[in-house]
């Protein structure tokens, strides 16, 4: 392949700057030529479309966001849409596109493969909610801004003897919860996968605060219910401690990557590049046990589910008594 182009879609996510760093640089260096798409896959429908030069990525390593602007764009579910996209694609001599993103995005690439155009997905998303991979660019960045969060809640929780509830981002994943309420040593983490008992967790407050403890910090993944939702169930489980609600949301998506998000993204990018080089579409770039794979984006989003480390959620219960 001669000419590729990438793009990225969906929910943004710290590091996807990065990557897009990683294939502009990869490309030129094996002698390709690399072409951004603005706002997803709405700009490759109306051909915003231009030439990257190793200049245009210079300096964006750092930055969180994406300076390719994301977008939600509908109408790509459809045969128009798809077959559209691709025909800009292919007036600007394209012949194969990088597609950073999460689940949505990723059926996106699976479409272009499907009409026979090669896509590549690399894993971009806070939520670490995708199949085929371990970790997501931005998953790491989001959870040390959580777990930021979740200690300076810590200093005023003890202060004033409070209880906080702590909701995070993660609809249908309980990761980001699992990671910094471990991290954060939260005395209870909730999330979409695990049930949860409010009788329960109300007896480990009143347990810890007659042994003289003084702060609660229970970390809530945003899929189960929303934070006062949750801080109401306590109450009307009989929780009379003062109890505060704190909502983290799109914080959490923003600011700048971490090291390991950054060099997982400089690693996504540049293999994607390799996979394509070699005219291999149709696939979902990842890192499983810290070797990169590449898989079948169609089976991987068909056959696979993303699981998250439910360990954690024992090691936690088994942590804060
Ligand atoms: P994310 O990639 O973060 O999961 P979305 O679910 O919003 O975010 O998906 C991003 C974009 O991917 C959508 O706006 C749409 O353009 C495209 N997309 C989502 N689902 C599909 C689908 N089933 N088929 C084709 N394209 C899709």
């Known amino acids: 392949m001669k000419r590729i182009a990438v793009l990225t879609s969906g929910g943004d996510a710290p590091g996807m700057n990065a990557a897009v760093r990683a294939v502009v640089r990869k490309a030129i260096t094996e002698g390709m030529e690399v072409f951004g798409i603005n706002y997803g896959y709405a700009g490759m429908v109306a051909g915003d479309i231009f030439p990257l030069d190793i200049a245009s990525v210079g300096d964006k390593i750092a930055r969180g966001g994406t300076f390719l602007y994301s977008a939600r764009y509908p109408e790509f579910a459809t045969r128009e849409g798809q077959l559209a996209g691709i025909d800009q694609l292919k007036k600007h001599g394209i012949e194969g596109v990088v597609v950073i993103g999460g689940d949505g995005s990723y059926h996106g690439a699976m479409r272009l493969t499907e009409h026979g155009f090669p896509a590549v997905g690399i894993p971009g998303t806070i939520d670490n909610d995708i199949p085929g991979t371990d970790y997501t660019i931005g998953f790491d960045t989001a959870v040390n801004t959580a777990l930021d969060a979740i200690d300076r809640l810590r200093d005023t929780a003890t202060s004033?003897?409070?209880?906080?509830?702590?909701?995070?981002?993660?609809?249908?994943?309980g990761d980001i919860a699992l990671w910094a309420g471990v991290a954060g040593g939260a005395d209870d983490i909730i999330i979409p996968e695990h049930d949860f008992d409010i009788k329960e967790i109300m007896t480990r407050i009143?347990?810890?605060?007659?042994?003289?403890?003084?702060?609660?910090?229970?970390?809530?993944?945003?899929?189960?219910m929303g934070g006062?939702?949750?801080?109401?169930?306590?109450?009307e489980a009989g929780n009379d401690t003062d109890t505060r609600v704190s909502i983290l949301g799109h914080v959490q998506r923003g600011g700048m990557p971490t090291a390991r998000d950054r060099v997982l993204a400089s690693k996504f990018g540049a293999y994607a590049v390799e996979l394509l080089k070699e005219g291999r579409g149709g696939l979902a770039v990842g890192i499983e046990k810290e070797e990169l794979v590449a898989k079948d984006i169609?089976?991987?989003?068909?056959?696979?589910?993303?699981?998250?480390?439910?360990?954690?959620?024992?090691?936690?219960a088994d942590l804060s008594i």
């Open 298 to 316: 169609i089976d991987t989003l068909t056959n696979h589910k993303h699981k998250a480390d439910l360990s954690l959620y024992q090691l936690n």
């Open 228 to 235: 006062q939702e949750f801080a109401d169930k306590l109450k």
């Open 160 to 173: 004033h003897v409070r209880t906080f509830v702590v909701e995070v981002m993660g609809r249908g994943a």
């Open 206 to 224: 009143e347990a810890g605060r007659k042994r003289g403890k003084k702060h609660t910090i229970i970390v809530l993944a945003e899929g189960v």
